[in-house]
């Protein structure tokens, strides 16, 4: 059975940064692309970053320039390192498997709720 645990999250003020971290058990995220999703109030749940098998990485134009998805495969977990944070990434935060449509591909976890104040 895939979990996937997400943590990191927090209140921070605007400008503050965080680090976000994705532990998986069941699966081995080392051969696929690994992605960190969020959904803020009232909207759809929307890929932020994501980081190929060959560590090819991509970002939302919303999030360049201040986030940087990374990956431990010895620890088979992922990172998301959020600088300049700002209100607008006020979300829950969740990070799954890459599949078609840039859909996660397995069952979400619970997230990691990040929240910015101005």
């Known amino acids: 059975q895939v979990q996937l645990v997400e943590s990191g999250g927090g209140l921070v003020q605007a400008g503050g940064s965080l680090r976000l971290s994705c532990a998986a058990s069941?699966?081995?995220?080392?051969?696929?692309?690994v992605g960190w999703y969020r959904q803020a109030p009232g909207k759809q749940r929307e890929l932020v970053a994501r980081?190929?098998?060959?560590?090819?990485?991509d970002y939302a134009d919303s999030v360049k320039g201040r986030f940087t998805i990374s990956r431990d495969n010895a620890k088979n977990t992922v990172y998301l390192q959020i600088n300049a944070l700002k209100p607008e990434d006020t979300a829950l935060y969740y990070c799954?498997?890459?599949?078609?449509?840039?859909?996660?591909?397995?069952?979400w976890g619970q997230g990691t709720q990040v929240t910015v104040s101005s």
């Open positions: 799954n498997a890459v599949g078609l449509g840039l859909r996660g591909v397995y069952s």
């Open positions: 069941g699966i081995i995220f080392s051969p696929n692309t």
């Open positions: 980081l190929s098998s060959s560590g090819t990485t």
